[in-house]
């Protein structure tokens, strides 16, 4: 039985920084947890949780400290997340599609 991890939208800094509390409670981790795996202090978590500005290198090393990662997509795009399961000749793991609200609209994949 697999578990789907929650993913989350975020379009503000405040939005942003809920959502990196969520992954750190998911993650059942302190804010002084957090900050050791992600080589940083305390009070940088307490201040990406609040929304207010760090660097993009910080963000990114907490996501990853919390097991998740950065994912852009176009403004307005469905998300559809799936796992591939064990042996899948893709590779294991979960995926990300952004789905353009304009079924019309030129879908791009990147290559591998």
């Known amino acids: 039985m697999s578990t789907v991890a929650p993913w989350f939208r975020a379009r503000t800094p405040s939005a942003l920084g809920a959502a990196i509390r ?3 409670e998911v993650a059942s981790l302190s804010q002084d947890d957090l900050a050791l795996r992600a080589s ?3 009070p940088t978590v307490s201040r990406l949780e609040r929304g207010s500005a760090v660097s993009s290198s910080t ?3 907490v996501a990853t400290a ?3 990662e950065i994912v852009v997509v176009p403004r307005g795009a ?3 997340v799936e796992a591939r399961p064990s042996g899948s000749a893709v590779r ?3 995926t990300a599609t952004a789905v353009p609200e304009d079924p019309n609209a030129v879908r791009y994949a990147p290559r591998h």
């Open 22 to 24: 969520r992954l750190r």
């Open 40 to 42: 940083t202090s305390r």
């Open 59 to 61: 963000l990114l090393d």
């Open 66 to 68: 919390c097991g998740y």
């Open 78 to 80: 469905r998300i559809v």
């Open 92 to 94: 294991e793991g979960w």
